[in-house]
């Protein structure tokens, strides 16, 4: 996995609530597109207009938010589906890091699967951070994951778990196989316990 | 010390603590579909890895599959998917409930169907729509792509606890009030964040009344609360209903089994970090107005003054009854609303006229087997009778992931869980409601109350 150490790049402001992995990518994209390819079907309602012409009113349409690798988010960001095609999507258009209130816990979690930090911030924070990602002046930000702050001041706070992942573009899979022997000791003994589970 | 039902399941499965709030749990029902499983099969080959726990795997295709009467009408690039999944899961030694198979349909229907899902098991799949499972009194949740991976390499998966939420319902729901109508005004009043990490458990009298196939419907509309998992306590109703099921435990293994489900309900005194309380007698069956769940009123009430994006791309006007809008289609179907309950409940209204000729209304049941027993009903004859289309089990038009499409700017009543943007199909326009107002709506021609039909 990608590591994620430090960012330095523009932040776009999409402040509106409630933005579900359904609007991120859609399900046709998610079964037909190869990962690699989403990124050309993010935000597709919104990104483009009926007849396929980009949409001007959408902010990743104009500059300098065109170049966007930070996104900063609405309540409940991510909810709905937990297609991970929705990370994918986004990744495929540069984006590196999404703040809001609250997200969708499990676009959440796939984030952190693909290198993506989601960082939950209170919501008078992401609303002064919205309203500097507004202007093109200072639009520009900076997420430490190391020392866990954005521009030098607003201090955020991951799992650590999920912080360890990024800092060092961890594998999830390979750090649980290497608890192969504890999860064979505990399916040992739940068979004893709950023999009914096991066909 | 009183313990939740939430936290007797969760304890019951973790196996290592990872420090930080995370956890790492054992699976005991691991479920594939056609959208992503064969994929995942492949990427873990890929790895050099074998899945862990196949007798613990499961697999149906239902996403992308076609439900078109007989025929299916399964497209080409669609095929590939359920393809994949078959020649993986082969490989892979993973049971698969294919098309054909009695015992194929909707992942979250045919998991508690088949007796997979019993009270106090851990249930994950590659899908949101498996908090389905916690009517049952088991946790589910769903998981993305590369947490299918893991949970197929070690039958485990990393978790941070949640916090709990107990909402009851109390109160009887008068005529035309049912489980999707109390859920959605649950959703309407703490809004879509509102169960936002939290495990949330459905208790009071409202939900003990519930058959089993109610409590499904209100656990699965969970993660349109915010909330990963959504559980009811087993009580005799569920042991009841799981009795003779496929995979449920039988004889000297189901006493045993038994005694351990009593245990699991939430213990008096048991401390939830938030509650909500809903009097479902005050309840008037519920009718989405806009793009996200919570955006909920009354059938007999008015659209409200707000969300003007929403308003736009539904094509509706503030301060408007809702009653009256004229619709185009209608779908009674989905891991929410497809099981024989609810196809008994729309037909009952069925009967009692004709669809509307501009209207186009399905109904797909949710599995083959919701689809013998409604057709040894004589459902399916009902509904045809009434200009209903009787189809093949699957997702259909809840995901729109087959060409089961409503057109743009065209108006649906669906008894689906998602009314969001492009959800149905590009500009669709969704009003989620119950099967029996969805039924009533069809022969109205327009959003209508079905207590009015008497």
């Known amino acids: 996995m990608e590591r994620f150490t430090t960012l330095t790049a523009v932040a776009a402001p999409l402040a509106q609530a409630n933005v579900d992995t359904d609007v991120i990518i859609r399900v046709e994209r998610c079964a037909q597109v190869p990962k690699h390819e989403l990124g050309r079907y993010a935000f597709e309602a919104l990104r483009f207009l009926p007849d396929g012409a980009g949409n001007p009113d959408f902010v990743l349409n104009r500059e300098p938010w065109r170049r966007a690798q930070i996104l900063v988010c609405g309540d409940n960001f991510g909810c709905g589906s937990s297609r991970e095609m929705a990370v994918w999507a986004l990744a495929g258009i540069g984006i590196r890091c999404v703040i809001a209130p609250s997200f969708g816990e499990i676009f959440h979690g796939n984030c952190f699967q693909n290198g993506v930090l989601a960082i939950r911030l209170p919501r008078e924070t992401t609303l002064r951070l919205s309203a500097l990602a507004s202007d093109p002046g200072t639009a520009t930000f900076t997420v430490d994951l190391e020392r866990q702050k954005i521009n030098g001041e607003i201090a955020f706070e991951v799992d650590p778990l999920h912080r360890r992942m990024l800092l060092e573009g961890l594998d999830a899979i390979g750090l649980t196989l290497a608890r192969e022997a504890e999860i064979a000791a505990w399916q040992a003994a739940d068979r004893a316990r709950r023999p009914w589970v096991y066909p | ?454």
């Open chain 2, 1 to 454: 010390m009183s313990r939740t039902l939430f936290d007797k399941v969760w304890d019951e499965h973790a196996v290592a603590d990872l420090g930080g709030g995370m956890q790492l749990l054992h699976v005991d029902r691991h479920l594939l579909h056609d959208l992503g499983g064969g994929k995942a099969l492949e990427e873990l080959r890929g790895r050099g890895l074998k899945v862990r726990n196949p007798e613990l795997t499961f697999a149906t295709p239902d996403h992308v599959v076609g439900t078109e009467p007989g025929a299916r009408g399964t497209r080409d690039w669609a095929l590939k998917l359920v393809d994949s999944l078959r020649t993986e899961t082969r490989r892979a030694g993973v049971t698969l409930f294919d098309v054909g198979d009695e015992a194929q349909g909707i992942v979250h229907v045919i998991a508690p169907e088949l007796g997979l899902t019993q009270p106090g098991t851990l249930v994950v799949c590659g899908d949101s729509h498996t908090c389905t499972n916690g009517a049952l009194g088991a946790i589910g949740f769903g998981i993305g792509s590369s947490e299918v991976v893991h949970v197929l390499a070690t039958q485990t998966i990393v978790q941070k606890r949640p916090k709990t939420l107990r909402a009851r319902f109390d109160g009887a729901p008068a005529r035309g009030v049912h489980a999707k109508d109390m859920i959605l005004a649950l959703i309407g009043r703490i809004g879509a964040a509102g169960g936002n990490g939290c495990a949330a458990e459905y208790a009071g009298a409202g939900v003990r009344a519930l058959d089993m196939e109610g409590r499904m419907t209100l656990c699965n509309l969970s993660i349109e609360l915010g909330a990963k998992i959504g559980m009811v306590a087993p009580d005799e109703t569920t042991f009841a209903w799981l009795e003779g099921r496929r995979f449920a435990p039988r004889g000297a293994l189901r006493e045993r089994a038994l005694a351990y489900w009593r245990s699991l309900a939430s213990d008096p005194g048991a401390r939830f970090d938030r509650e909500v309380e809903v009097d479902c007698a005050a309840l008037a069956p519920q009718v989405t107005w806009g793009t996200s769940p919570e955006d909920v009123i009354a059938v007999d009430g008015v659209v409200p003054a707000a969300k003007p994006d929403a308003l736009a791309y539904m094509g509706l006007a503030a301060g408007r009854p809702i009653a009256g809008t004229r619709i185009d289609r209608v779908f009674i179907g989905s891991c929410t609303n497809s099981r024989l309950s609810d196809l008994r409940v729309a037909a009952s209204v069925a009967r009692k006229g004709k669809v509307a000729s501009h209207v186009t209304a399905w109904v797909v049941p949710g599995s083959m087997g919701v689809k013998r027993a409604a057709e040894r009903e004589g459902l399916d004859e009902v509904f045809r009778a009434a200009g209903f289309e009787w189809r093949e089990p699957g997702c259909s038009m809840c995901v729109g992931a087959n060409g089961e499409l409503v057109e743009p700017e065209a108006r649906c009543v669906s008894t689906s869980n998602r009314n969001f943007v492009g959800r149905q199909g590009p500009r669709a326009r969704t009003h989620l409601a119950s099967p029996a107002t969805a039924a009533a709506c069809a022969l109205a021609g327009e959003i209508t109350d079905v207590r009015a039909l008497a």
